[in-house]
């Protein structure tokens, strides 16, 4: 029995298999011809039971949108989505509602997120209103429990949201993600619209929350630093694509790809005699809607060459895992 539960562990919590998402959009002469903003672009990827994936990119990459799509809170254009053997792209209606118990969010905006007009024991109720069938009495108890988990105190039971700080608030949220006892969680920039002192206690706070409950977290975020204190390995995305993942270690201290390299160039070194090379990246962000040919980084990119604009590099295993999509990534294996 517990060699058969051991070989169910080696599977997957979530296999994610060519994700995209594109929305339909009008563009030439009286907006007659139909274009397609591709934010989301045929992206594969695991996550374990228990792991926490940190995915990374500038603004407008398509993480938070392929966070979504992985929920099923906005529909993918196409692809699958494996949660513990079952094809999350198959369910419907009650099957669907019920699996997504399994399956969690924290947004981004602590006060954008909860309803002003709900109490605090409201809104961490919701999932139980929907859930379960737990009595009043059960709900409540199940609640303070929970708000003591978090940190919340108890008699903030009956308050409003406008009555607390921002790091109050997305504990409210963390609570209302956590009481159904998934075990994913999307959390989308949980910690960017918070102090710096603050971010640090509700970072702690989910990986206390990780090694009590074995949850496996998505974790989008656009700060690296942040990524590397709390992620297991690291998925890099640019223009809807991913152009590097590995493990977090390996990351961090051999990186691959150029747009990596210009990302981790621009993190704040608080030593003055440490010195680092500063890789700029010239132009903005190309249009999803117009991307690039070839690689989509290549308009950027220091290291590009003339296969770069004509040819799109595929997403290659150069050891433990490591994958790089590059032309010219350095120690690349030969098959």
Known sequence: MENKKEETKKVPLLQVRNLKKWFPSKSGVFSRKKAYIKAVNDISFDVGYGE??????????????????????????????????????????????????????????????LDPRMTVGEIIAEPLDIQTNLSKEEKREKILKVMEVVGLNPKYYNRYPHEFSGGQRQRIGIARAIILGPKLIVCDEPVSALDVSVQAQVINLLKKLQKDMGMAYLFISHDLSVIKHISDRVIVMYLGNIVEIADKDDLYNNTLHPYTKALLSSIPIAARNVKREKIIMEGDLPSPANPPSGCVFHTRCYMAQDICSKEAPKLVDYGNGHKCACHFCKNKVTE
């Not at 926490?52 to 196409?78: F, Q, Y």
């Not at 513990?84 to 792209?89: L, S």
Request: hydrophobic letters at 35%.
């Open 52 to 113: 926490t994936i940190g995915i990374v990119g500038e603004s407008g990459c398509g993480k938070s949108t392929m966070g979504r799509s992985v929920l099923r809170l906005i529909e993918p254009t196409s692809g699958e989505i494996i949660f513990e053997g079952k094809d999350f792209m198959k369910l419907k209606d009650a099957e669907l509602r019920k699996s997504r118990s399994e399956m969690q969010i924290i947004f981004q905006d602590p006060y954008a997120s």
